[in-house]
């Protein structure tokens, strides 16, 4: 089975933009958490999906966002970027809960 | 705020040698599981340890789940080199509503040949 995708590896991005990060889970996976790291935060909580809803969601501003579609592929967006976006950004794939999570390897995202 | 807390922050280890690191939590759990970080890639699933266990292993992984004291710990035997990587512990917390893991900040185990 192919494994956790996340387009694109890389970013870099400017304040004020918006971007748009894509995951794909393990075929026949249906929930996708997002999961933001920084040095000083750590892996925190973003969202999680699951058939299309969102089912949870972190504490963080309205400007960060996300779907999924019907094939559970998942995308999540930020609008109008701030230095302190710079982050790693994971995606992860579970069968349903409790399961445990498969990570892609996720997107960089650089904000100058 | 992160629920789980791990001790040590890093841990500098000759190959051979056991590695033991711990997690701490704040709320009740369903789950915790244990990842492993290699240098600001994806995180690997290592062991998953229900709430109502207290002890799990898997190949040369040793978890042990102290529900009344919250707390967890991560036994690797016979470290190798490849081991190097960080180790983070996270919680599926009671109250899940839906796929929320909360991350430890983690363990930096440096394994030396």
């Known amino acids: 089975k192919a494994g956790v995708t996340q387009t694109p590896r890389y970013l870099i991005k400017t304040r004020g933009q918006q971007v748009t990060l894509s995951c794909s889970p393990i075929s026949g996976h249906r929930s996708v958490s997002w999961y933001q790291q920084t040095p000083g935060q750590g892996l925190q909580f973003l969202f999680e999906?699951?058939?299309?809803?969102?089912?949870n969601k972190g504490n963080f501003p309205g400007r960060f966002s996300g779907r999924q579609f019907s094939n559970s592929r998942s995308e999540m967006n930020v609008s109008t970027l701030e230095l302190g976006d710079s982050a790693l950004y994971l995606c992860?794939?579970?069968?349903?809960?409790?399961?445990?999570?498969?990570f892609g390897p996720g997107t960089r995202l650089t904000v100058t | 705020s992160q629920q789980g807390e791990e001790d040590p922050q890093a841990l500098s280890i000759q190959e051979g040698e056991n590695a033991t690191m711990n997690c701490s939590y704040k709320t009740s759990i369903n789950n915790l599981q244990w990842y492993r970080q290699n240098s600001g890639r994806g995180l690997v699933h290592l062991i998953l340890?229900?709430?109502?266990?207290r002890e799990k292993h898997s190949g040369r992984l040793r978890v042990t789940l102290d529900t009344s004291k919250k707390s967890s710990s991560l036994l690797i035997t016979a470290s190798r080199a490849a081991d190097t990587a960080s180790y983070f512990c996270?919680?599926?917390?009671?109250?899940?509503?839906?796929?929320?893991?909360?991350f430890g900040q983690g363990t930096e185990l440096s394994v030396k040949p």
């Open positions: 999906y699951f058939s299309e809803t969102q089912r």
């Open positions: 996270a919680t599926d917390p009671f109250y899940n509503q839906g796929g929320k893991l909360i």
């Open positions: 340890i229900r709430s109502n266990e």
């Open positions: 992860a794939s579970s069968l349903a809960d409790p399961y445990e999570q498969y």
